[in-house]
């Protein structure tokens, strides 16, 4: 297929050069400013993290890409789903397919292909696509305490998944200090015009040093959304009930037990995309699609040890229970039956985790981060189809097949050398996979045990006080899972799926090179990076069409991709108390299609975000932003046959926003968002929706 944009692009010696450059002009500055370096601990690049190395460190001595979001970005933008924060944020782009669900891209890979941890344990289960869906909506974004992303293949630490990068949610421990109880409490509370929606979110904290109870509820009620052509999407609205539950308390002061339960519903959730007519579609291709209900229920506890023993310094166990309930009731444009669908994925997982100082006296500092996981999945699946006329009901076979099931094993160790300038991490990891799928009347019994021995390297090397030079080179896989090998039936786009039990894991292959630098004026992060994927899964047109005209597909090991790219943050710091930043992201991708080599699937056009942030007096604060994106004309095959993209491809756009916020009193603020102040009229590549036209929102953050 003829690339209609292909054009001139920048060779890896020339972003290799742009780096050079940059290491140059940042190190003078760092020079110039290295008294000030210490003043500025509170910002990004000093922020301390924990999923990029499971060791403590600041994004600046790690070496890997790490973008951070925290509590008070989710309170002034209010997002609908937490993914919707990652969006303007260095190598990320947000894709939604209807509101209250939404993905974020990272470097190019989205759902199955990113690794989603919640408190350290996995939120990707059995029948996690590799595509666009939703169940990070099933995480209450306003029930977080930050959210950790390592762009780029972790694959020694996190195995897996993570062959585009970890997306990790931690969620609030409050520590109350003193010998006495006391209690304090917090509402938060938010209107946003576009949807008319309504958000609340009431949580307290009780207890003493040492052992705290806390926890909260949330809710949210989203009415129908209205588009910069002043048109409603309707039916597009739906609603969040939320609730959690922690408890911690401390065995002296070396150990630590936590106790925590999260859930979250939607009651009914439209599928947007599949009601209302795509590209090239003359009507819908359903007549009826709810996701009806969809959850997520989690009951973890965690135990930390701090030890002296010549084994370890620290010992963090983790046991965990995760229940997703994916029901749907649904029924096909020309089809008179109405199904009624129940999917549901019961995860266990235990993990243990050793971090351990060692060598002597004189040479490098060295730390051993070394585990074991273990999780086991077990999926049930059914439809009952009633046809209304006759009011008949009969069982049909599921989505999956039903008791299928994925059990995983693993063994990894890390090594951290330290030495005065220099950072080293390298490790590996063992995977053992064991994945059944029961007969079925569509597909034969399987099972597969895939295994394979992944690894990494991370350097990290200070060029001058502030500035530092960082590479990553890292093998990652995935095997494939319920999902991949035998889905059966509707899919989104107009498609319909049917079983592959013959395939075998992806791998990929990923390298970066980037600057991080942190001086009392900027804050610069740039990564040059290009990863190498082999044996990609991909859902692959059989050329036949079911009877109410749905194109058949099945997941292969179709093809091999290269997908690579330059993603940048900027941030200028004033003496007047101001602030500027700058963010630009830059993916193309080709994979090897039927013999010939064509545009990737999905990849995100060149996108990123222009701000403004001013403070007065430390009361009130103002932040202008600009959120943007290029066109994208570079469509693979199958972008061209999903109803949600334009096959002329995706027009760029620019939106123009503000925040306002006003602290009222020590324990009040209030504010204001004005969002997409021309009411522009678009859609962001891949989505199934068009994007929310002009908001004006309201909130109010109060602590008790």
């Known amino acids: 297929m003829m690339d209609r944009t292909r054009g001139r692009e920048p060779t890896p010696v020339f972003l290799i050069l742009l780096l050079v450059f940059l290491a140059r002009v940042v190190t003078v500055q760092a020079a110039t400013d290295r008294d000030d370096i210490d003043e500025q601990s509170n910002r990004l690049l000093e922020t301390v993290v924990v999923t990029a190395t499971r060791i403590e460190e600041s994004v600046l001595d790690v070496a890997e890409a790490v973008t951070v979001v925290g509590g008070g970005a989710i309170n002034r933008k209010a997002p609908d789903v937490l993914a919707e924060m990652l969006r303007g944020m260095p190598g990320a782009y947000f894709q939604q397919t209807t509101p209250g669900q939404g993905i974020p891209i990272i470097r190019g890979l989205k759902g199955s292909e990113v690794l989603h941890l919640v408190d350290g344990m996995r939120l990707n289960n059995a029948f996690f696509r590799n595509a666009p869906n939703q169940y990070l909506g099933l995480v209450d974004a306003y029930a977080t305490d930050r959210t950790e992303v390592i762009r780029g293949s972790a694959p020694s630490l996190y195995g897996a998944d993570a062959m585009g990068g970890v997306v990790h949610v931690l969620t609030p421990e409050p520590e109350l200090a003193g010998k006495d109880w006391h209690a304090q409490g917090r509402f938060y509370g938010t209107f946003n015009s576009v949807d008319d929606g309504l958000t609340g979110r009431l949580s307290a904290a009780a207890g003493r040093e040492g052992n705290v109870l806390s926890g909260g509820v949330t809710y949210q009620d989203h009415g129908d959304r209205k588009t910069g052509n002043g048109e409603t999407v309707a039916p597009s609205g739906y609603r969040v009930n939320a609730a959690d539950l922690k408890w911690r308390y401390s065995f002296g002061e070396s150990s630590e037990l936590m106790l925590s339960a999260q859930y979250l519903e939607q009651p009914s959730t439209p599928r947007v995309d599949e009601l209302i007519p795509g590209y090239g579609q003359d009507h819908p291709s359903s007549r009826q699609y709810e996701f ?179 590479s990553n080179i890292g093998r990652g896989f995935r095997p494939p899972n319920i999902f991949d090998l035998g889905t059966l039936g509707s899919r989104p786009g107009n498609r319909f799926n049917v079983p592959n039990p013959d395939l075998k894991p992806e791998s990929v292959w990923s390298y970066d090179l980037g600057i991080k630098a942190s001086t009392a004026r900027w804050q610069i992060e740039v990564f040059a990076w290009y990863s190498d994927y082999k044996d990609k899964i ?111 491809g995706t027009p760029g756009w620019g939106t123009l926003n503000l925040l306002a916020s006003w602290q009222a009193g020590p324990k009040m603020e209030l504010g204001l968002r004005l969002q997409n102040l021309g009411d522009k009229d678009y859609r962001e590549h891949g989505s199934g929706v068009d994007a929310p036209g002009l908001n004006v929102g309201f909130w109010l953050n109060a602590l008790f």
């Open 292 to 470: 009806k209900p969809n959850s997520r229920e989690f009951l973890h506890a965690r135990y930390r040890l701090d030890s002296d023993s010549r084994w370890f310094n620290r010992l963090e166990a983790h046991l965990a229970r995760q229940v997703i309930t994916d029901d749907r009731l649904t029924q096909d444009w020309e089809d008179p039956v109405i199904t009624n669908e129940s999917n549901e994925s019961r995860l266990d997982g235990l993990t243990l985790q050793f971090n351990s100082p060692w060598g002597g006296a004189g040479g490098p500092g060295k730390e051993l981060v070394w585990g074991f996981e273990y999780y086991a999945d077990e999926i049930a699946s059914s439809r009952l189809r009633t046809d209304p006329e006759t009011g008949e009901s009969r069982q049909a076979t599921g989505r999956f097949p039903d008791e299928s099931t994925m059990d995983s094993a693993a063994l990894y160790v890390s090594n951290h050398w330290r030495w005065d300038r220099l950072n080293l991490n390298a490790g590996l990891r063992y995977s053992r996979f064991n994945i059944f799928l029961p007969a079925a009347p569509e597909v034969q019994a399987t099972r597969l045990s895939p295994s394979d021995l992944t690894g990494d390297v991370h350097l990290n090397f200070e060029v001058a006080p502030g500035t530092h030079l960082v």
């Open 538 to 648: 991909s859902s692959r047109f059989t050329g036949d069409v079911t009877d109410d005209g749905r194109l058949v597909v099945t997941s292969d090991n179709i093809n091999s991709a290269q997908i690579y790219g330059v993603e940048s943050g900027l941030r200028y710091f004033s003496d007047a108390g101001w602030e500027l930043y700058a963010v630009l992201n830059y993916t193309r991708g080709d994979e090897s299609y039927l013999a010939s080599t064509v545009p990737a699937d999905r990849i995100p056009p060149l996108n990123g975000r222009l701000g403004l942030v001013w403070q007065t007096g430390g009361n009130l604060r103002f932040e202008p932003y600009l959120d943007y994106a290029g066109p994208q004309g570079r469509l693979s095959p199958r972008d061209f046959l999903d109803p949600r993209i334009n096959p002329r």
